[in-house]
């Protein structure tokens, strides 16, 4: 499903366009000169799907290059491994997170909480993965004649990554994984590392991007006009207050 020039959707789960496994997030392609390059995984449930997907659009799983996670929970880097296996491609991922990704640590993600309250089934299992790429602020990736910037936007967790990517015709892309949604939304849940106050500093961060287009990690995306909702949020927080939470 192609949204924007060089921007397509791989997998999509129920809190999105429930297109794939039911628990993935959305998966995006990025793709220019022939180079291609995935942001986040889905859970693993759907690799087949995803890379029958590929191929579909035309392109060979070799094309891509690299896998950069968002974070590292489950729905986001679950399929990281079986991924990596399949297209050769190199993980990235924060630097801060690589033991708890290469470990499969289910404990430091939560996902017995996320069992019991109904996001994965309860015989789900989380791949370990040992990256290949350990990102921090400010790192930048070249995807044919694409500009990729890394962004460190804690708050939904500890390890939360944004990219920030600049299209062949200029227009700012905005990957935001679960730090932002439409409508200026965020994802708050009751997890041993949500930071409210972190969350709040890296909505100003990516309120500076003045981002055209926002790709997130679940719903749709905006397609147009996506600084407003970057800065609906900011500016809620700014007040003192809440933005609206996607998970009610």
């Known amino acids: 499903m192609k949204f924007k020039e060089s921007v397509y959707l791989v997998a999509s789960g129920k809190m999105g366009f429930d297109w794939t496994h039911p628990s993935d997030c959305n998966v995006y392609l990025l793709e220019s000169r022939g180079e291609l390059a995935l942001i986040d ?3 693993g449930d759907s690799v087949d799907a995803i890379c029958a997907e590929i191929e579909s659009l035309g392109f060979s799983l070799s094309q891509v ?43 430091a993600i939560d996902l017995a909480l996320a069992k019991k309250n109904g996001f994965y089934p309860e015989d789900y299992q989380f791949t370990p993965c040992e990256a290949d790429l350990l990102l921090k602020e400010g790192d930048q990736f070249s995807i044919g004649e694409l500009k990729l910037k890394v962004l ?46 972190e969350l709040a500093r890296s909505m100003v961060k990516l309120n500076r991007i003045k981002a055209d287009v926002l790709l997130p990690g679940h719903y749709h995306p905006a397609l147009n006009h996506a600084a407003s909702h970057i800065a609906k949020a900011h500016q809620t927080f700014e007040k003192m207050g809440i933005p609206k939470n996607i998970v009610e």
Do not use: C, W
């Open 41 to 43: 995984s889905g859970t």
């Open 65 to 107: 290059k690299q896998i950069f996670l968002t974070h590292i929970h489950a729905d986001h880097a679950g399929g990281a491994a079986l991924l990596k296996e399949r297209t050769g491609a190199k993980v990235a991922v924060a630097e801060k997170a690589y033991g708890i990704l290469k470990a499969g640590d289910e404990e």
């Open 152 to 197: 460190e936007t804690p708050g939904h967790s500890r390890f939360d990554l944004s990219f920030a990517v600049t299209a062949e015709k200029g227009e700012a892309l905005l990957f935001s994984g679960d730090t932002i949604f439409y409508d200026g939304k965020i994802s708050m849940l009751l997890t041993k590392d949500f930071n409210i106050q």
